[in-house]
């Protein structure tokens, strides 16, 4: 029933862009925090990105002003824009629904990877 499926992970050079696309299930997208989280080998899972179900948005402060998160509810489909990438933000990208009663009902995507060359 919880399904988030990812897509747009691949190569870019750093000061370039790339866009990430998660398209939830609508039972769990209608009702949760859609966001973004990234790890990089040997470094633990970080905060990226969140969109609150009325559109409010927040970021980390390593990505502000460079990545813009957005939701489609019509898609149910969440967005990440992610420009001026620096090398600093290769990692595997994961998609995440959040109903803010602990990780029981934190669900999250299969990651894709985003690899930013110099």
């Known amino acids: 029933q919880v399904q988030l499926v990812e897509s747009g992970g691949g190569w870019v050079q750093a000061g370039g862009s790339l866009t990430l696309s998660c398209e939830a299930s609508p039972d769990i997208f209608k009702i949760s925090t859609m966001g973004w989280y990234r790890q990089a080998p040997g470094k633990r899972r970080e905060f990226v990105a969140k969109?609150?179900?009325?559109?409010?948005?927040f970021y980390a402060d390593s990505v502000k002003g460079r990545f813009t998160i957005s939701r489609n509810n019509d898609k149910n489909t969440i967005t990440l824009q992610m420009n001026s990438v620096k090398t600093e933000d290769t990692a595997t990208y994961y998609c995440?629904?959040?109903?803010?009663?602990?990780?029981?009902?934190?669900?999250w995507g299969q990651g894709t990877q985003v690899t930013v060359s110099s």
């Open positions: 995440n629904s959040d109903r803010g009663a602990g990780e029981t009902f934190m669900y």
């Open positions: 969109v609150l179900r009325g559109g409010m948005t």
